[in-house]
């Protein structure tokens, strides 16, 4: 059974910094692109943050220079690291597993940043 669990989430103060983590279970990750989604209230879900298996990234316009994604095989987890947070960064975090047609989503880590 695959499983991702996503943790590292919480209340934040606007200029603070979260680290997120994703444990994969199930699956060898370093066959998957990995994924950090987001999914604020009354909005679509949008990709974050992906990083390749060859380990390239790519970021959303919104966060980079503030985010990194960052990948363990050996541990088979994924982390991303959130700085400089804003509040329009409120969501929850979600990891997702990627390799052609064959995907996993985990269940989402709340982030909520005050102003």
């Known amino acids: 059974q695959v499983q991702l669990v996503e943790s590292g989430g919480g209340l934040v103060q606007v200029g603070g910094s979260l680290r997120l983590s994703c444990a994969a279970s199930g699956i060898d990750i370093s066959r998957y692109a990995m994924g950090w989604y987001r999914q604020a209230p009354g909005k679509e879900r949008e990709l974050v943050a992906i990083?390749?298996?060859?380990?390239?990234?790519n970021y959303a316009d919104s966060v980079k220079g503030r985010f990194t994604i960052s990948r363990d095989n050996a541990k088979n987890t994924v982390t991303l690291q959130m700085n400089s947070l804003k509040a329009e960064d409120t969501a929850v975090y979600l990891c997702?597993?990627?390799?052609?047609?064959?995907?996993?989503w985990g269940q989402g880590t709340q982030v909520t940043v005050s102003s």
């Open positions: 997702k597993a990627e390799y052609s047609s064959d995907y996993y």
């Open positions: 990083i390749f298996r060859w380990g390239s990234t």
